[in-house]
């Protein structure tokens, strides 16, 4: 499996220069204001673009039946992409706390953690994310899944514009949602982590299921 | 049957416009097969199946002697492939694809790919994307014959390629068959490659197979006659595999050549290529 990860690093490597001239301006635009979350939050959108890109590189290669002739089964393969996620949402994660800490000793600020919980909600959304798409790309492939992953984003943007239009401001919340929203607060850490863990189990035994019975 | 390197048993799969129907063949190890049938005949179906890419409706495939299906990572390292059209990563230059190649394969000759590279005269600098149908197919075999594979699966390698280099991987696959556990399953349109390395032809037209059987037999039991049209009505249908007339006479395709001169003597015999033979046979399915 170490090889099929390997070889997603080295595809996507070429995105290296393009993505260092990127950074280097938001970089400079964020030192610039003094204020990390433009920079965080274009790096999310970039992580958000590797993962996917790397699905399509395979996807014109003809990768997959080629690499399910070698010693590697169905399984590596969908789980050399989860490592993959892992580790490209890892990388970034480190990219963007390096930044921080730059930003928070440049301008002297205090808000470390604040703006670095930024990105780590930025990169757990991402995983989320994903544990929702890698099953729709592993089954249609990226061009057909492209579709439903603008769905699943703007799925939820969606239903909180209708719900707030819809109530407008005149909702009540019942008092039970509070609490549960409280304890929710108070616990957020631990309930967001098992969420995530949860999320990407669960979609990677459905993807698992989904790519033992692909065909190429 | 342990003593083959690939066992085909009624493989049948259904498509919507196409079916590989109950398709048989075996491989004996030590041996070339080559796998001949025109585009679409349903040779990459046949290879796909045995590669446990897609999901066979009936029938048994065994290769080095497990289920297809069930092939231990061990014996997947022993097989090396190359697809029609190349399948490798186009972003990545040989010198990564060797890294890549290291790590997935554990009898992985890093020594020899680099001699394979330097032979096929392969620049390690480019990407795979700069390179020629040709290259890209020699990058392919280098792949293949670089980790100590024993059965080599080779969807229409030699294709695309000039005669010269053809030539060279022809005589590679020939160097590679040495050994006498090494075994090759060869696709190919190209029937004079088969004609020059195979052992065995196996001829898929129309997802039915219409022989599999030694090359050396093949051409020995068949030849080609001429004679008028009107001589035609003579001659025993049981010899007969496809007549071509023309308006000067008839050129007949004969089976059980040594059986036919003992019994027509008049006739002179001509040695039939795989070609003629192929062609013959599926002109006269093509009729029916």
Known sequence: MAGLIIKDLINLKRYGKILGVLIAIYAIMSFINKDVSMFNGFFTVVLAMITISSYSFDEAAKWDSYALSMPVDRKDIVRGKYCLLLIITLIGLGISLLFTVSINLYTGSNSLLKDFEFSIIGGLGLLFLYSIIIPFITRFGVEKARIIIIIVLMLPMAIGYLIKNSFNNEIIIPEIILEISELFLQYKSIIVSIGIVLALSISYNISVKIYQKKQF | ?288
């Not at chain 2, 007339?245 to 040594?258: C, M």
Request: charged share 25%.
């Open chain 2, 1 to 288: 049957m342990m003593n083959d390197a690939i066992t085909v048993h009624n493989l049948t799969k259904q498509y919507n416009n196409f079916a590989l129907d109950k398709v048989s063949f075996r491989i004996p190890m030590g041996s070339i097969m080559g796998f001949v049938g025109e585009n679409g005949a349903g040779k990459t179906t046949t290879i796909k199946a045995i590669l446990d890419l897609i999901a066979i409706d009936d029938g048994t495939i065994t290769v080095l002697g497990s289920d297809h299906k069930d092939l231990s990572k061990e014996k997947k390292s022993l097989i090396g492939t190359v697809f029609d059209g190349n399948h490798l990563p186009e972003n990545m230059n040989p010198g990564e694809i060797n890294l890549v190649m290291k790590r997935i394969y554990p009898n992985w000759n890093e020594k020899a790919f680099h001699s394979y590279m330097d032979k096929f005269q392969i620049p390690y600098k480019k990407t795979v994307k700069e390179f020629s149908r040709g290259m890209k197919m020699k990058l392919s075999i280098g792949v293949a014959l670089s980790h100590n594979a024993k059965l080599l699966i080779l969807d229409e390698a030699t294709s695309g390629l000039d005669p010269m280099v053809r030539d060279e991987i022809l005589d590679i696959f020939l160097d590679f068959i040495q050994e006498e556990d090494h075994t090759i399953l060869l696709s190919s349109h190209i029937i004079s490659d088969i004609e020059k390395i195979a052992d065995y032809v196996t001829f898929i037209h129309k997802g039915r197979i219409i022989f599999s059987e030694n090359k050396d037999d093949l051409i020995y039991n068949h030849g080609i006659i001429h004679c008028k049209n009107t001589d035609l009505d003579m001659i025993d249908t049981n010899y007969i595999v496809g007549v071509q007339k023309n308006q000067f006479g008839s050129k007949v395709l004969i089976r059980d050549k040594e059986y036919f001169v003992r019994r027509y003597r008049n006739y002179a015999i001509e040695k039939a290529s795989i070609e003629e033979i192929m062609l013959f046979i599926s002109n006269k399915r093509g009729e029916h």
